[in-house]
Nanobody
Framework: VQLQASGGGLVQAGGSLRLSCEAS????????MGWYRQAPGKQRELVAI???????TYADSVKGRFTISRDNAKNTVYLQMNSLKPEDTAVYYC????????WGQGTQVTVSS
């Protein structure tokens, strides 16, 4: 499984960004996909995941602001991030799980105050 993430950037507080992650390769056994993030000096943390059945899980810190969705025809997962805060600044990583876990390359999200 290969994951290609895109969509990061610089935005002011209160703004929005959308991240995309396209999966390719042996994707048929993927159970769920999602996003993690890692801020400088902090551990990588879960942001949101979505299962093949469409069930979603969010970190408390992003509930009500972020929305994860998927387009099965495009093998792509999206993370719509609204009302961004400076504390959302981090490198965001796409993740997919079948029997193994797979990471995409990180994409930087910077929120200025």
């Amino acid at each position: 499984v290969q994951l290609q993430a895109s969509g990061g950037g610089l935005v002011q507080a209160g703004g929005s960004l959308r991240l995309s992650c396209e999966a390719s390769g042996s994707i048929f056994r993927i159970n769920y996909m999602g996003w993690y993030r890692q801020a400088p000096g902090k551990q990588r943390e879960l942001v949101a995941i979505i299962t093949t059945g469409g069930s979603t899980t969010y970190a408390d810190s992003v509930k009500g602001r972020f929305t994860i969705s998927r387009d099965n025809a495009k093998n792509t997962v999206y993370l719509q991030m609204n009302s961004l805060k400076p504390e959302d600044t981090a490198v965001y990583y796409c993740y997919a799980q079948d029997r193994l876990g797979y990471w995409g390359q990180g994409t930087q999200v910077t929120v200025s105050s």
